[in-house]
């Protein structure tokens, strides 16, 4: 008996070890985006007692338990960090990046690249996805892998400024909107340029 005792101590310590997140604090789940843990608590699942997290993601009215040992396993992670953050709006400020495959593989690289959870991945999407007024439409399947996108990057960034989701929706958009501005100017400008080059070429031919 006092052997088996032990070994529930030896246990129990190790299940607080694994504790990584405090109860109130923001995380990011790849399937779901932004959660926080509402509790820390215990539950016998096929006869084990498991320590789980309790966490709530409010934008999906639903609670999911991990438990806290396969926490890390389960790519739940903390919010990105300051460095990641500035990242990401770097990448949506780039060129989108297009490959030249048939739909449904560039689809299931954006999934992949969405439920990842990764914040640099989700921006990835996002710049590739977004399309400004002057540029074509998306398709329906093309639209709604852009919102999730948007939508699970928005919430990180509102989440690690600390602002409404509108306010970090805003800055993402209007930051977006720069950048294509950008780019079709300096498009336009190079363009010009080579037609500048090329009727001085054939004033000179003539």
Same mark, same amino acid.
């Given at each position: 008996?006092?052997?088996?005792?032990?070994?529930?101590?030896?246990?129990?310590?190790?299940?607080?070890?694994?504790? #990584?997140?405090?109860?109130? %604090?923001? @995380?990011? &789940? /790849?399937? +779901?985006?932004?959660? +926080?843990?509402?509790? @820390?608590?215990?539950?016998? @699942?096929?006869?084990?007692?498991?320590?789980?997290?309790?966490?709530?993601?409010?934008?999906?009215?639903?609670?999911?338990?991990?438990?806290?040992?396969?926490?890390?396993? !389960?790519?739940?992670? /903390?919010?990105?960090?300051?460095?990641?953050?500035?990242?990401?709006?770097?990448?949506?400020?780039?060129? =989108?990046?297009?490959?030249?495959?048939?739909?449904?593989?560039?689809? %299931?690289?954006?999934?992949? #690249?969405?439920?990842?959870?990764?914040?640099?991945?989700? !921006?990835?999407?996002?710049?590739?996805?977004?399309?400004?007024?002057?540029? /074509?439409? %998306?398709? &329906?399947?093309?639209?709604?892998? &852009?919102?999730? =996108?948007?939508?699970?990057?928005?919430?990180?960034?509102?989440?690690?400024? #600390?602002?409404?989701?509108?306010?970090?929706?805003?800055?993402?958009?209007?930051?977006?909107?720069?950048?294509?501005?950008? %780019? =079709?100017? #300096?498009? =336009?400008?190079?363009?010009?340029?080579?037609?500048?080059?090329?009727? !001085?070429?054939?004033?000179?031919?003539?």
């Amino acid at each position: 008996m006092a052997s088996t005792k032990s070994t529930a101590s030896k246990g129990g310590k190790k299940k607080k070890a694994n504790v #990584k997140f405090k109860i109130g %604090q923001h @995380i990011v &789940y /790849p399937a +779901h985006g932004v959660g +926080h843990v509402t509790g @820390i608590e215990q539950e016998v @699942i096929a006869g084990f007692d498991i320590e789980v997290y309790v966490v709530s993601f409010e934008q999906d009215k639903m609670t999911l338990r991990v438990p806290t040992a396969k926490a890390g396993t !389960s790519g739940m992670r /903390p919010l990105s960090n300051e460095n990641v953050l500035k990242d990401a709006f770097t990448t949506i400020k780039g060129r =989108a990046r297009i490959k030249r495959t048939m739909w449904s593989r560039r689809a %299931q690289e954006y999934e992949a #690249k969405i439920n990842s959870g990764d914040l640099i991945l989700l !921006s990835e999407v996002v710049r590739d996805l977004h399309r400004g007024e002057t540029q /074509p439409d %998306q398709s &329906y399947s093309e639209r709604q892998l &852009y919102e999730c =996108a948007l939508d699970r990057m928005v919430r990180e960034v509102a989440s690690i400024k #600390k602002v409404d989701r509108g306010v970090a929706l805003d800055e993402v958009l209007e930051t977006l909107t720069k950048a294509r501005t950008r %780019q =079709a100017a #300096k498009a =336009a400008k190079e363009a010009e340029s080579e037609n500048d080059n090329g009727d !001085s070429k054939d004033e000179a031919a003539a």
